[in-house]
């Protein structure tokens, strides 16, 4: 029987975080790919940043430019980032211009000087930077077809990926885009003053690639790509698993209020007026993990880590002691310009390094204004919540509620596919007073008592008294 499996076509990692989890593992070596965008959008960074990760590990990179920049301009914007290295220029990385040959002989003298400089220097990557200037020499459409195809087919033959570089946007029907391997497309999306860098890619074939549009960032060390949760989670073959017991909450009488608490693995949603004691209650939550050797992450939009310590030492919860010793940590991030989707990134990796076992997010809606599409916010909610109940790890999210309201508690946060468990606080009008209530939504695989309770905060901590009275309607989100 004939082994395919020996034919199957090697994998090129490139090295850039987030890059070969959007590729399906990496770019099909030998193989001729695109990378196009307007001026700035990173395309020169990427391929050299693959270029010179390659270079330190032994590899011949030659980058051929068909532009009329120095590649003194070149190398000094390369400079700037921690992938380059001065040692490899001119011995493992190869800088050699071929504008000229276009300009001499048209696309018949370029791929002649090309086929030339792969049999002289044998390089396992070729970028060509300034592709453009191919099309912007008018060839016709036959002659820059068969200079596309004469391209693939040397590359292949010589075993060399390629990389071409083009300022263009867009999936055209033009020979470069069809007869290429692979289209990557670095773009920006802009809502107001706001601006974030995405990659999407268009095919690739002989790989099973991520679709739809990714974030990512350049900083010093280069490209840094984020793939959106929501396609890595719909490729995940993991599933949560059943409840394997209950998590106390840490509150005198609730526990008991709840049967024993909410169950491990669920996803829990705190809703109420500002002040009446979500992140209180979260915090007790968080502390009753510590007590018993968990390890415990939070996630916060507005109040800073002294600020929560703090908040949780005033009613006597002292987790700075946990904190200083790594058993919890405090990611946090004002809702301003932060990417939802590194955040995403980063949260889970804390989760799995860490193996963390209980996570407040202290603001779903700060969550929600740092998601830059519209409509986003549901569906990546609905993926990092099925993320955390595959690892198994209890979750507190808090919600703010109005001040005042008329009717039944309105919130999305109430969906099922989001959200197992659902505790609503708010206060109540009692003879005049101001009292906080504390009553269960929803509860998932166990029962609970439905009635509402008086929630007590003191310098003690949070605890339970009697039912509300029912005579006395609340005064807010009745």
Known sequence: ????????????????????????????????????????????????????????????????????????????????????????????ILFIGAYADLLRGGLRELLKSIAATLAEQRPDIMIIDGF?????????????????????????????????????????????????????????????????????????????????????????????????????????????????GRVSFGIPGWDGLTKGGVAQGSTTALLGNPGVGKTLMALHFIHEGLQRGETALIVGFYESPQRLLEKARSVGLDLAPYFNQGALQIIWHPPLEVLVDSLANGLLRNVEQRGVTRLLIDGIDGLREIVMHEGRSRSLLAALVNELRVRNVTTFFTQELPYFGTGPVQSDVTASMLFENIVLLRYVDVAGVNLRQIGVLKLRENSYDAANHVLLISDQGMSIDGPVPPTVPPILNR
């Open 132 to 244: 453009r200037t191919v099309r912007e020499a008018k060839p016709s459409d036959v002659a820059l077809s068969e200079f596309m195809l004469s391209l693939n087919s040397l590359v292949s033959t010589m075993e060399c990926t390629t990389f071409l570089l083009s300022p263009t946007e867009g999936n055209q029907a033009d020979s470069e885009n069809t007869l290429v391997d692979g289209l990557i497309e670095l773009s920006q999306y802009e809502r107001g003053l706001q601006l974030i860098r995405e990659i999407k890619v268009f095919k690739l074939r002989g790989s099973k690639h991520l679709l739809g549009r990714h974030v990512f960032e350049v900083g010093e060390d280069g490209i840094e790509i984020y793939p959106r949760l929501e396609a890595v989670s719909s490729l995940s073959p993991a599933m949560p698993t059943a409840a394997a």
């Open 1 to 92: 029987m004939h082994n395919r499996s020996s034919e199957r076509i090697p994998l090129l990692s490139t090295h850039v975080p987030g890059l070969d989890d959007i590729l399906g593992g990496g770019f099909p070596a030998h193989s001729l790919y695109l990378i196009q965008g307007l001026a700035g959008s990173g395309k020169t960074t990427l391929a050299c940043q693959i270029g010179f990760q390659h270079a330190h590990q032994g590899k011949k990179v030659l980058i051929l430019t068909l532009i009329a920049e120095t590649h003194g301009k070149m190398l000094n914007h390369l400079s700037n980032f921690s992938f380059f290295d001065e040692r490899l220029v001119d011995e493992r």
